[in-house]
């Protein structure tokens, strides 16, 4: 099955590139103009789709645009098909497809791929998280003042009740530096590629987190909820990290509340 998520990925990924800057329909979800959805985003998912379903007809799938199906298989493929969709509009060369397999809910293989940079991270569980077919493991950086950070923002960032932007302003003043890809599955990838020694986000699906999250726990990182609770990608929020700063990333998480609390 990972070579097949790999193959696809990868035809997916070329497809994104081929189409930067011909883009026909730009459509606003929910009527958010910071939540788009694009003709390219909905050919890409239908193509990985049609892939999928030639090869394990019986398989169930859960994919961003609504194309997936479910079935009694034990099996289920997770895809965004164009992780990084606001970048993709603009023609900002940060985005990704991502492919997870998940058995009896466990995900048991993913594949992130950056067709810009033409960069394949995958991770099979128990066999560790490759790029390119290089073994992968998280930093050895054990204090957050020395840390890469990255975090993204929800669509509904503006009113968004997870103190989110207040989270952010903590962790400016506590790592080294702090960045906003725009594409999550990218974000844990680079966990895992120890570019980045921790991220951070509230909001997310399982589709941006499956894949990239086996490859953050096969390089040896640690990945939980905001309350250091058992990560699930269908929690909507993750802290994933080297697991050495994990426990300061989660103090500063903690510290918002903490001043409700105080005042
Ligand atoms: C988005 C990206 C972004 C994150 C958003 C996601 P999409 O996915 O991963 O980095 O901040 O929360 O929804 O919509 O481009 O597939
Ligand atoms: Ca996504
Ligand atoms: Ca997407």
């Given at each position: 099955m990972i070579e097949t998520a790999i193959d696809i990925a990868k035809e997916a990924g070329a497809f994104l590139r081929e189409n930067v800057g011909k883009i026909r329909e730009v459509h606003e979800k929910?009527?958010?103009?910071?939540n788009l959805v694009t003709n390219v985003d909905k050919q890409s998912e239908a193509m990985i789709i049609e892939r999928i379903c030639a090869r394990y007809p019986g398989h169930q799938v859960l994919a961003e645009e609504g194309g997936g199906r479910e079935t009694s298989s034990p099996f289920k493929w997770i895809i965004?098909?164009?992780?990084g969709t606001t970048n993709y509009t603009h023609g900002f060369p940060v985005f990704s497809v991502s492919i997870a397999v998940e058995h009896e809910g466990e995900v048991i293989a993913g594949v992130v791929y950056d067709p810009n940079l033409d960069e394949l991270f995958t991770a099979e569980k128990g066999k560790g998280a490759f790029l390119n077919g290089k073994r992968l493991r998280v930093t050895g950086v054990s204090d957050l003042a020395r840390s890469l950070l990255a975090t993204g923002f929800p669509y509904n960032v503006r009113e968004n009740p997870d103190h989110c932007i207040e989270h952010f302003i903590d962790f400016l003043k506590e790592a080294q530096a702090v960045r906003r890809l725009g594409s999550a599955a990218l974000d844990l990838a680079y966990v895992a590629a120890g570019r980045l020694d921790g991220f951070w986000e509230v909001n997310l699906n399982p589709w941006d987190m499956a894949a990239a999250a086996l490859c953050v726990a096969e390089a040896g990182g640690r990945l939980t909820d905001f309350a250091g609770e058992q990560f699930s990608i269908y929690r909507r929020q993750v802290v994933s990290s080297n697991a050495l700063i994990h426990e300061e990333m989660l103090c500063v998480l903690r510290r918002v509340t903490d001043r409700e609390v105080s005042d």
């Open positions: 929910a009527g958010l103009p910071t965004d098909p164009l992780d």
